[in-house]
């Protein structure tokens, strides 16, 4: 599976969008970009994954450069609840498990 | 409430101990996976079981023990275990073949003294 690079921390104003940026420059032809969080001690939560197409959910919105090569998760109005850990995550489609990294740190404050 | 169950949720076991740690899934997966999550580290991945037979194993030491009896149901038997074996163990199901997302469950916390 590719690498991605994600950066390491990140802050929010609650109410404000939250932009996570994250590059898979090496990403293949059939792999997914997959977006997780693990809020603090607690198993990793899905929160969208996409192709090449942009992607919106009930919890995020996913934009995906014309290349591929990075991408970009958005949570429009982001609530104290939002603090956690966001991992960038790509993933062929035949693939087992999701390898994680160490993802964004995001601390949404009031 | 993602369908992934994972008992119990905390465990203190002496590094002579045998104990069990159990996942069950009710999302008809055909894939179980466990993964390790120590301190500030990133989840580590340990175990991949695909239609019941073990497809991954990263190099986990024998003191860790998995087994599959079933689609839905997925063990990690520990004995001897290490101080540094202390983590959140985390269960993992997803339909593999199909482009889906994985479902953790709420994972066990371990600490071996």
């Known amino acids: 599976d590719a690498k991605t690079t994600q950066p390491p921390s990140m802050d929010c104003a609650e109410g404000r969008a939250a932009n996570l940026p994250c590059n898979h420059s090496?990403?293949?032809?059939?792999?997914?970009v997959y977006w997780y969080r693990q809020i603090h001690s607690q198993g990793p939560q899905y929160i969208i994954h996409?192709?090449?197409n942009n992607e919106t959910n009930e919890m995020a919105s996913l934009i995906i450069t014309e290349d591929r090569k990075s991408s970009t998760l958005i949570l429009p109005h982001a609530t104290l609840r939002d603090t956690a850990v966001y991992y960038c995550?790509?993933?062929?489609?035949?693939?087992?498990?999701?390898?994680f990294g160490k993802g964004t740190s995001l601390l949404v404050t009031p | 409430e993602t369908g992934v169950t994972q008992t119990p949720r905390h465990l203190v076991m002496g590094m002579t101990n045998k104990k069990s740690l159990k996942c069950e899934q009710h999302?008809?997966?055909?894939?179980m996976y466990w993964y390790k999550q120590s301190a500030k580290k990133p989840l580590e991945l340990m175990f991949v079981?695909?239609?019941?037979?073990?497809?991954e194993n990263n190099s986990v030491p024998s003191r860790f023990s998995p087994e599959c009896p079933n689609s839905s149901h997925l063990f990690l038997h520990l004995h001897t275990l290490q101080p540094e074996d202390s983590a959140l163990y985390l269960c993992?199901?997803?339909?593999?073949?199909?482009?889906?997302?994985?479902?953790f469950g709420q994972g066990t916390r371990l600490t071996v003294v």
């Open positions: 995550i790509v993933r062929e489609n035949s693939g087992y498990a999701l390898n």
């Open positions: 999302l008809g997966h055909n894939a």
């Open positions: 079981y695909s239609l019941e037979e073990r497809v």
């Open positions: 996409g192709l090449k």
């Open positions: 993992a199901s997803s339909q593999v073949l199909i482009n889906t997302e994985a479902f």
């Open positions: 090496t990403i293949s032809g059939n792999e997914y």
